[in-house]
């Protein structure tokens, strides 16, 4: 007779404090920011436990098929509202996150701030995760650039987020024609006054349930290419007025593959009031380097949360299942993937944690040079968002059928997911090229970056960077150059490992 089978001995093991559980995490938040005050270690440890338990269940609730963010054109007094439905799940992750931890806006210290970013993505609450990365990127923008009232509203607002009322951005950018090539944008902003109005389409358009967007368009007049696009901080409804749509209808939700939580609209503007932000003839590098930048971050920092999450799963499943009278973590070939992703997991969080420190320093004009923050920024966005999706495919194979099924293991979820990762925000292909164009802009000595990315004893790495660099025009470059990317990301992050003394 079959007894009865039972799961407990996993989901225990999954359902720990997911701060706690994680011992590099805390070494490498030692390490880049000092160990933590009994406060700071105590909040860490009360969110360990809230997104092991209340957030993963609302997660959970909020994947589920009937949970799908729906779109309600008209209300009931047939006034047009454009309304976006969202479960209570998301609007309770929402209060939460955004609302009552403020993980929306960068505060306080930002390795610890990150840290929480880390640990709730590992939920995988698209629908909270890009409401998050988009409005932290807003907000960067606008107090680096923001000179008017309606910039400073708009900032307050956010950082003033309640449980009662979460404040959130979104970023407008991709348009029918294409999402990669910017400078084409075609989006039309007419002057009113100081201010615009933006009409014509945008074509992928996440967090439509904002209550701000930035959005690039170009004003009327402006001349053909980068210089002639621009940045504007649009409310999402007229003033004094919760229901009525500023100028623009959401004509459709798009159906994707990931990121289901997450309503991603096509938008037609039709008069939309728009406030410039910036200058005018600067809205792509402004772009670049406060608003992608940060969704970059994000992207590198979620696929890593997701790889944390992986390695939880299959540690406890092959740990508790046995396939022919031994536990599964016994056969050779299982314990090589858990080892692999392991280690790659080690070594991205320790690229993580570096970026931040990198990105935080260039803010500062602090070396080290921009050139190494933003090209190891596009490879490792590149690289890491890619591996992950490669690393969750064998991590779901390790839990046989059961890594298949959706409500078993989050698996895959953030498998679809970590496809949205490597297209939002810059394809491989265009990260590739921007940094071997920033490699030839920055005049980068091969030796000397490998150097310092990967150590001095990686001559190997650096004389292939010097052979491509040489014939940098040749097309045949960028392919050279993504087959680098790899090698010299994982370099990278052992480098670090092995100088911060974690492990
Ligand atoms: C779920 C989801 C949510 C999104 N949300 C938003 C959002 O909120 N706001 C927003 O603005 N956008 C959003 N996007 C759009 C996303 O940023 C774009 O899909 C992305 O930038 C690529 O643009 P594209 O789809 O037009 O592809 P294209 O730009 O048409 O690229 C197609 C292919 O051509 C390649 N390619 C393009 N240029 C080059 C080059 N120079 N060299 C080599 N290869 C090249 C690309 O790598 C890619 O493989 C979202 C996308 C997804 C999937």
Redesign the pocket.
Known sequence: MVMEYSFQPYLAAVQTNWYRDDPLLGQLLSHYAGDPDAETDNALNRWGETVAGPLRMLAEASARPESRPRLRHFDAHNRRVDQVILPESTLEALREIGGRQRLSAVHHDPFVFYTHTYLYAQNDETGVGCAMA?TDGMVRALEALGDRDEHRLAVAAIRGSTAAHVCHG?????EIQ????VPANDLDALPEGDTYRLHGP??????INADYFLVTARPRGAPDGSRGVGLFLVPAYLEGNDWQRNGYTIDRL?E?L??RE?A?AEVSFNGARAYPVGPLDKGVSNVLKYVLVTSRFYCVLTAVAFLRQAERVINAYTEFRTAFGRKLVEFPLVRETLSKIRSVRATYLAVVFELLQWWEKSQKNEQPATGDFRIMMSLSKAVITAQTTHYLHEAMMLLGGNGIEECFSPLPRLYRDGV?LE????????LF?QALRDMQRFEIDPAAFVSRIAGEKRTDLSKKLEKMLAMADDPET?LAFAALANPLVEAFGERLLSESNVR
């Open positions: 988009c979104a970023q407008f950018v991709t294409g999402g990669s090539d945008k074509w992928f358009c996440s967090n798009k994707k990931g990121t997450l991603t949205i297209t939002w925000e810059g394809p491989h292909n265009v090229t960028t």
